[in-house]
Structure formats: C-alpha cells, structure tokens
C-alpha cells in the first residue's frame, strides 16, 4: 500500500498511456479523505505511465526518476484533500505534479555538481601537486587534516553531510539515512554545508574559486 513516508516500487508490466478510472472521481474522493486502498489504485493506475512517459524522459535516470515518482505521489497524496475536480481526470494533474518535482530536482542536481566541483577546487587549494610519492602521501595527510580543521569549526550537521556526501562519497540515499532526512532536506543541507565550508575557507585565507 502506498502511504505517506513508504518508497513505492514501480509497478512492472508493459507501459501504456492510461486511460482514466471507472468511477474515478469517486475514487479520488475516497483517496482524498484519506482512504489509502483507494489512493494505490490511483497510484497503481497512473504510476508506471508518470515514470516512464514524463519523469524518465526529463531526467535521463532511473533511479532520480524512481525518487521522483516517490515524491509525486505523496506529495498528491497530501495534497488531494484540496484538489478540485477536472475533467478529464487525475492524470493531468499527476503528470504536472511530476513535471515539477523533476524540475526540482534538476535544479537541485544543477547545484550539487556546481558545490561538488567548488568544494573539491576549494580542497585543491589547500596544498599544490607534487612529484615526490613520500611527499605526496605527506602532503595528502596535511590535507586531511586541515579538512577536518576546517570542518571542525562547522555546525555539526554541515561538517557531517559533507563528510558522508563528499568526502566519503555516499548515495544521496544512504546519505539521507544516516542524517534521518528527506531526500529534499538533504539536497537544501549540503547546499548550505557547501557554502558554509566555502565561508570557512575564506576565513583562513585559502585561495578560492568563482561562485558556484
């Protein structure tokens, strides 16, 4: 059953484009008033035709695609309580919930490469390359702890993100796990860890690169 705070799977099958419900408006009634055997028919009847004909096609992977499908259906599902009915059914409203959560999260992917290759010139900055492996390898200690240097000094919750999401270099998921966040939350937090750690170096003097 699909339910606020579960991670649906994709329903398996053949895609088809889908034709509305027998007795929809009925149905979504019954969803909106909270009964969830009614919100997995709709979930069940619209869900593999939202991933595979609008969220995959704007995000080119599955797997962001398949965090999407998750967030649109239950942001419908809080959301259904105030939907006005349309002909000629859920579907449109479905497909452009999903528009805006792959476009969210676009943006948000947009970001994160952006702070990812900041925060990695940010490091770089640190220490110059060598030629000397000893030297290299003592150097790379260095690093690693003017790093935690740095990160020390952070709130807690920023050096820990960045530590799980950059530098230890963990999925988004498992990242999201360990900090008990949502996905969302966590794409908001290492945005704002990021910059914090960019603010952190400037006042250590480390060279810098163009904003992210």
């Not at 484009?17 to 149905?27: I, K």
Request: charged share 30%.
């Amino acid at each position: 059953m699909v339910a606020p705070g579960a991670a649906p799977a994709v329903p398996c099958g053949a895609v088809t484009r889908p034709d509305a419900l027998a007795d929809e408006r009925a149905l979504v009634q019954r969803a909106a008033a909270g009964d969830r055997r009614a919100f997995e028919q709709i979930y069940r009847a619209y869900a593999r035709a939202i991933f595979a004909y609008v969220l995959v096609p704007m995000l080119g992977d599955k797997d962001d695609a398949e965090d999407c499908l998750r967030d649109t259906f239950l942001s419908a599902f809080g959301a259904l309580p105030n939907y006005q009915w349309k002909d000629p059914g859920l579907y449109p409203w479905l497909k452009v919930l999903a528009k805006n959560k792959a476009r969210d999260l676009l943006r948000a992917s947009g970001r994160r490469q952006r702070l990812r290759g900041a925060f990695a010139e940010h490091v770089d900055a640190f220490v110059e390359e060598g030629n000397d492996p000893t030297q290299d390898e003592l150097e790379r200690e260095q690093l690693r702890a003017r790093i935690e240097a740095v990160l020390g000094g952070m709130n807690p919750r920023y050096a820990e993100v960045l530590r799980l999401r950059l530098l230890q270099g963990r999925s988004r998921d498992e990242c999201a796990a360990a900090l008990e966040v949502k996905i969302g939350t966590l794409d908001v937090l290492l945005f704002r860890a990021c910059r914090a750690f960019r603010q952190a170096c400037e006042k250590q003097g480390v060279a810098l690169a163009g904003e992210p």
